[in-house]
């Protein structure tokens, strides 16, 4: 079992900074896929960020220019920095790493925006 464990949540107002942190009981290197997610209430989960083991990087439109996801391999962390946050952007983070046949989520932490 892979364990990932997020933090770096809290409240914000809009225009303010967050920086979040997902720690894995593995090395992520090894890992194909590591990805930050999240979910409003009453919505559905959806793609914030993507880092992949070959060195891709994918953000949803909605983030894109304002998020940026790093790794530090040394650590088996990864990082998600969200800069500009706006209202729309409340929702729980998730943490998750992807293998060809299993993907691994964390418990999430709350992100709220709001003035």
């Known amino acids: 079992q892979v364990q990932l464990v997020e933090s770096g949540g809290g409240l914000v107002q809009p225009g303010g900074s967050l920086r979040l942190s997902c720690v894995a009981s593995?090395?992520?290197?090894?890992?194909?896929?590591m990805g930050w997610y999240r979910q409003a209430p009453g919505k559905q989960r959806e793609l914030v960020a993507t880092?992949?083991?070959?060195?891709?990087?994918n953000y949803a439109d909605s983030v894109k220019g304002r998020f940026t996801i790093s790794r530090d391999n040394a650590k088996n962390t990864m990082y998600l920095e969200m800069n500009n946050l706006k209202p729309e952007d409340t929702a729980v983070y998730f943490c998750?790493?992807?293998?060809?046949?299993?993907?691994?989520w964390g418990q999430g932490t709350q992100v709220t925006v709001t003035s």
């Open positions: 998750r790493a992807q293998t060809f046949s299993t993907s691994y």
């Open positions: 593995a090395n992520i290197f090894s890992i194909a896929t």
């Open positions: 880092s992949s083991r070959g060195g891709t990087i």
